[in-house]
């Protein structure tokens, strides 16, 4: 995956889920605690670049065990980030239902998609093929 097909994809990503947040502010009881949807895509658009430069540089790496690391690492990461986030919103901003969680998960089921499908297209096509002893 090129860096501009990857831009590409990140920008219709991001608006799509902006739209997507924006529609979410229109119910009622979402509105008040839609900073958790919106914090949450500029996190994970930061996250998403960040993912997909260490995924360049590892998949070029002599050692094939350097991707599947980098990818483990990234899934247990965004598992404490998240969680941690979550945690951290509820215990200070107090929010007002217990759907506050819902825009969150919206973005993050679609950019961990992205990831994935970023990831894949990145190890076809530096994928080594495995040595036969």
């Given amino acids: 995956m090129t860096a501009r097909s990857?831009?590409?994809?990140?920008?219709?990503?991001?608006?799509?889920?902006?739209?997507?947040?924006?529609?979410?502010?229109?119910?009622?009881?979402l509105a008040p605690d839609m900073e958790l949807g919106w914090l949450s895509l500029i996190i994970f658009i930061i996250l998403t670049v960040s993912i997909y430069g260490l995924a360049l540089f590892t998949a070029v790496s002599p050692n094939p065990n350097h991707f599947t690391l980098l990818f483990?690492?990234?899934?247990?990461?965004k598992i404490l980030l998240c969680a941690s986030l979550v945690y951290v919103y509820q215990v200070y901003r107090h929010p007002s239902s217990k759907y506050f969680v819902f825009p969150f998960l919206m973005i993050y089921l679609i950019f961990t998609v992205f990831e994935v499908f970023t990831m894949t297209r990145i190890n076809s096509k530096y994928a080594k093929p495995a040595s036969k002893k």
Avoid: I, Q
Wanted: aromatic residues 16%.
């Fill in 6 to 29: 990857f831009f590409l994809y990140l920008t219709l990503v991001s608006v799509t889920s902006a739209a997507l947040l924006s529609l979410m502010a229109m119910n009622e009881v």
């Fill in 72 to 77: 483990l690492g990234v899934v247990f990461f």
